[in-house]
């Protein structure tokens, strides 16, 4: 379930090989071979089974020799078999050079890429023709940058094919630590994963590049990515068992009263913006909270009586302008006084001095508190240096989209999106905060350093009022007694789960609305 940069790949591949002397060669064998099952499995799945030409494109390096050693069990399994080599495969060395002799004195059929003498695209140079797939052993863990020539036009020209490509470790084309690609980039059905999935696979734009990620360990021990000191996890219900002790769904204790679940007060929604507020406390409710208490400006409560008679109204004195402008801190710090968690921020609106409002406030709730939307807003124009974000005994979460994320790491939204999981930990251990970067495949980073990348949870979600449940989710889940990453983590994977199952039971996903994920919790 570990997620690995390539360096940390690069140092578990070595660790393996020279400090516990597993063989390069037999890893390159398991990696092949486990390469070669996948692809049978997706050529039984075409339904072509054993007349399916499979066409091995193998780069230089160690990732073409996984390509070779795959190129040699396909055709043991009964497939027609060929090897294009991108660059003379002369230039193979080590390990991959030991798969290309291997290959050429079994006679497996081998040709060079060379662009055509005009330069033009290879496509119709019949690179591809009487072949059904593609495997992509081109560019894995050991590329970087843009790919060269000749490697960029005959990933282009595989894309140009049609045809469907299993990836060996990556599809070609991506950045494995980031997930952005390359101009030329392999679009691939299937892609193996060797030992661990690198976190490219699970960052868009390249997780909608690599198809289905399939891991297949190839000897290296199961322990290596942990004794690295790899803390990058795929979020699912194995890892939140696995690492954070955590069952889906989570057991409720018998013997329970009201109190048993939590009291969480939610702070958020104004006169314009009610419904963020009514979302937020709604969704504690579904998330199994004892009691919500909704706390608005006095005079603008009664205007929200009976909208959902679960939750208790708490009305805040405003000097009766029914704004949050003008609500004392220490007025909703004593609302918040004997609560389990604080919501703050939906819906919230903008005024002068909202940052020292919020500070203060901070700094006076003893409860842990989810901090979302305006909040956020609040604390980013204060700047992103260490110290924004007042230091507290109890835990302080946020949950900011990309834009909201961009704002308070004083960056561009472009920026802030090229490694949202380098991000979002840099910024959990220089504020203390455990933050939920939202967006599709959703990073949540602790100030310890452990980050989890969600799988839950599709395109429908991009709707308002989603974040609002989003936090009422975690609110509660703090308030149930859960510590920060655990109801980070939880509530994201959570709040992911009932939006597909939501989209699920609907014409099309993006007719969801915010209290559909709600309803499905
Ligand atoms: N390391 C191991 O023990 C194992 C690795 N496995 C597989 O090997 C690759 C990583 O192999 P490596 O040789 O480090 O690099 P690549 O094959 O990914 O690199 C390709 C090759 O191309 C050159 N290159 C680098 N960047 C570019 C570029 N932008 N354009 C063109 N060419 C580029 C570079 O010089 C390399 O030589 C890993 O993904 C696994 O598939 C085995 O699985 C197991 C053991
Ligand atoms: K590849």
């Given at each position: 379930m570990?997620?690995v940069?390539s360096?940390?790949?690069?140092?578990?591949d070595?660790?393996?090989?020279?400090e516990?002397?597993?063989?390069?060669?037999?890893?390159?064998e398991?990696?092949?071979?486990a390469?070669?099952?996948?692809?049978?499995r997706?050529?039984?799945?075409?339904g072509?089974g054993?007349d399916f030409?499979?066409l091995?494109?193998?780069?230089?390096?160690?990732?073409g020799?996984d390509?070779?050693?795959?190129?040699?069990h396909?055709?043991?399994m009964?497939?027609?078999?060929?090897?294009?080599?991108a660059?003379?495969?002369?230039?193979?060395?080590?390990?991959?050079?030991?798969?290309?002799?291997?290959?050429?004195r079994?006679g497996?059929?081998a040709?060079?890429y060379a662009?055509?003498?005009?330069?033009?695209d290879?496509?119709n140079?019949?690179?591809?023709?009487?072949?059904?797939?593609?495997i992509?052993?081109?560019?894995?863990t050991?590329s970087?940058?843009e790919p060269?020539?000749?490697?960029?036009?005959?990933?282009?020209a595989a894309?140009?094919?049609?045809?469907p490509?299993v990836?060996v470790?990556i599809?070609?084309?991506?950045?494995a630590?980031?997930?952005?690609?390359?101009?030329?980039?392999?679009?691939?059905?299937?892609?193996?994963a060797l030992a661990?999935?690198?976190?490219?696979?699970?960052?868009?734009?390249?997780a909608?590049r690599?198809?289905?990620?399939?891991v297949r360990?190839?000897?290296?021990?199961?322990d290596?990515?942990?004794?690295?000191?790899v803390?990058?996890?795929?979020?699912?219900?194995?890892s939140?068992?696995?690492?954070?002790?955590?069952?889906?769904?989570?057991?409720?204790?018998?013997?329970?009263?009201?109190?048993?679940?939590?009291?969480?007060?939610v702070?958020?929604?104004?006169?314009?913006?009610s419904?963020?507020g009514?979302?937020?406390a709604?969704?504690?409710l579904r998330?199994g909270?004892?009691?919500?208490s909704?706390?608005?400006p006095?005079?603008?409560a009664p205007?929200?009586?009976?909208?959902?008679?679960?939750?208790?109204?708490?009305?805040?004195p405003?000097?009766g302008?029914?704004?949050?402008r003008?609500?004392?801190?220490?007025?909703?710090?004593?609302?918040?006084a004997?609560v389990?968690?604080?919501?703050?921020?939906?819906?919230?609106?903008?005024?002068d001095?909202d940052?020292?409002?919020l500070?203060?406030?901070l700094e006076?709730?003893?409860?842990p508190?989810?901090?979302d939307?305006?909040a956020?807003?609040?604390i980013?124009?204060?700047?992103?240096?260490?110290g924004v974000w007042?230091?507290?005994?109890?835990?302080t979460v946020i949950?900011p989209?990309?834009?909201e994320m961009?704002r308070?790491?004083?960056m561009t939204?472009?920026?802030?999106?090229r490694?949202?999981?380098?991000?979002?930990?840099?910024?959990a251990?220089?504020?203390g905060?455990t933050?939920?970067?939202?967006?599709?495949?959703?990073?949540?980073a602790?100030?310890d350093?452990?980050?989890f990348?969600?799988?839950?949870?599709?395109?429908?979600?991009?709707t308002?009022?989603?974040?609002d449940?989003?936090?009422?989710?975690?609110?509660?889940?703090?308030?149930?007694?859960?510590?920060?990453?655990?109801?980070a983590?939880?509530g994201?994977?959570?709040?992911?789960?009932?939006g597909d199952?939501?989209?699920?039971?609907r014409?099309?996903?993006a007719?969801l609305?915010?209290g559909d994920?709600?309803?499905?919790?």
């Open positions: 570990e997620l940069t360096g940390e790949m690069r140092a578990i070595a660790s393996a090989i020279e516990i002397g597993i063989p390069q060669e037999a890893l390159m398991n990696a092949g071979r390469v070669a099952e996948e692809a049978r997706f050529a039984e799945t075409a072509k054993a030409g499979w091995i494109l193998a780069g230089k390096g160690n990732n020799g390509g070779l050693v795959c190129a040699r396909l055709r043991d009964g497939f027609r078999v060929a090897v294009l080599y660059e003379p495969p002369e230039r193979m060395q080590g390990a991959a050079a030991l798969q290309r002799d291997i290959a050429s079994l497996i059929p040709r060079v662009l055509s003498d005009t330069g033009a290879a496509a140079a019949g690179w591809f023709a009487g072949f059904d797939g593609l992509d052993a081109l560019l894995g050991g970087a940058g060269r020539a000749p490697y960029a036009s005959l990933i282009e894309v140009q094919s049609g045809l490509v990836a470790d599809p070609s084309g991506l950045n630590d980031t997930g952005a690609v390359a101009k030329a980039s392999i679009r691939a059905k299937v892609t193996v661990y999935a690198k976190r490219g696979l699970h960052q868009h734009p390249g909608g690599a198809g289905e990620v399939v360990p190839i000897g290296i021990p199961a290596a990515a942990e004794r690295a000191g803390h990058t996890y795929l979020l699912n219900a194995e939140l068992k696995a690492k954070l002790g955590l069952s889906v769904p989570l057991p409720r204790k018998e013997d329970s009263h009201k109190g048993t679940y939590g009291h969480v007060l702070a958020a929604g104004s006169a314009l913006m419904g963020a009514l979302l937020s709604r969704a504690a998330a909270s004892g009691l919500v909704w706390a608005q006095a005079a603008a205007g929200l009586r009976g909208f959902a008679p679960e939750i208790m109204l708490r009305a805040v405003d000097e302008a029914g704004e949050w003008l609500v004392k801190p220490e007025r909703l710090a004593e609302a918040a004997g389990d968690a604080l919501v703050v921020g939906p819906g919230m609106g903008r005024w001095g940052g020292a409002w500070r203060n406030l006076r709730v003893a409860a508190v989810l901090v939307a305006d956020l807003n609040m980013a124009d204060a700047g992103a240096q260490p007042p230091r507290r005994e109890a835990p949950t989209h990309p834009g961009a308070l790491a004083g939204v472009s920026e802030a999106q490694d949202r999981i380098g991000l979002a930990r840099e910024y251990a220089r504020h905060v933050v939920v970067l939202k967006g599709a495949r959703t990073v949540v602790s100030p350093g452990r980050a990348v969600n799988t839950t949870g599709n395109s429908g979600m991009a308002g009022g989603s974040g449940a989003l936090a009422g989710i975690v609110g509660s889940l703090l308030g149930q007694g859960l510590n920060a990453l655990e109801a983590a939880y994201a994977y959570w709040h992911g789960l009932a199952r939501a989209a699920a039971s014409p099309q996903a007719s609305i915010a994920i709600i309803e499905a919790l």
